[in-house]
């Protein structure tokens, strides 16, 4: 069986849904520990859509969005906030692909197209995330690319309800001072 492409595009307002659901599935997956069962078990789709409609709805020019689709459905998407820290340079605030296509090179095609657009718009400018602690195998995703672990913070709670944390769990701020080292071999 042939493997399907995955084709790449910038977000648009009317992807808001479907990137929330991903975003909201890939959350209650990997951040069970760190986020409470009360809001990842409640209406944790809502609150991503609320997000997601407002974060589309930007002027082109601060943000970048991209997708995966495969066979028009959405695998995967980045966010990036150009401009986010005068030190470090873009937030990637967002990467998560379905769990069946984890490991597929997807989440590195789009991290190296999130710091392509980086360098077209911002070439002085390194990149940067956080991630959780305990997300050992996105830690380990990052690594693999080139950045390097910097600072350890803990997590602000989401939506600001302290409710929504279990315990004060930590993030990890992960950086590449050089987005060329983001980029795939052609």
């Not at 997601?52 to 980045?78: M, Y």
């Not at 305990?134 to 409710?163: H, K, M, W």
Request: proline share 6%; net charge neutral.
């Amino acid at each position: 069986m042939q493997a399907t492409r995955i084709e790449l595009a910038p977000a648009h307002a009317d992807d808001a849904p479907a990137i929330a659901k991903l975003h909201a599935d890939s959350w209650r997956r990997h951040y069970r520990d760190a986020y409470s069962d009360y809001y990842l078990d409640g209406d944790v789709d809502a609150d991503r859509l609320a997000v997601w409609t407002k974060r589309l709805a930007l002027a082109p020019g601060t943000t970048c969005t991209l997708i995966a689709q495969q066979d028009g459905q959405l695998v995967g998407f980045v966010h990036a906030q150009l401009d986010a820290d005068p030190v470090w340079g873009t937030l990637i605030d967002n990467l998560h692909v379905t769990a069946e296509l984890q490991r597929s090179r997807i989440g590195s095609r789009l991290l190296a197209e999130a710091a392509r657009s980086t360098m077209e718009q911002r070439p002085e400018q390194g990149i940067y995330l956080w991630v959780l602690e305990q997300n050992r195998s996105a830690q380990a995703f990052y690594l693999s690319r080139g950045g390097r672990i910097c600072t350890r913070e803990p997590v602000s709670p989401p939506g600001g309800d302290a409710r929504n944390l279990n315990g004060t769990p930590t993030k990890l701020k992960v950086a590449w001072s050089d987005p060329r080292t983001l980029l795939l071999p052609a």
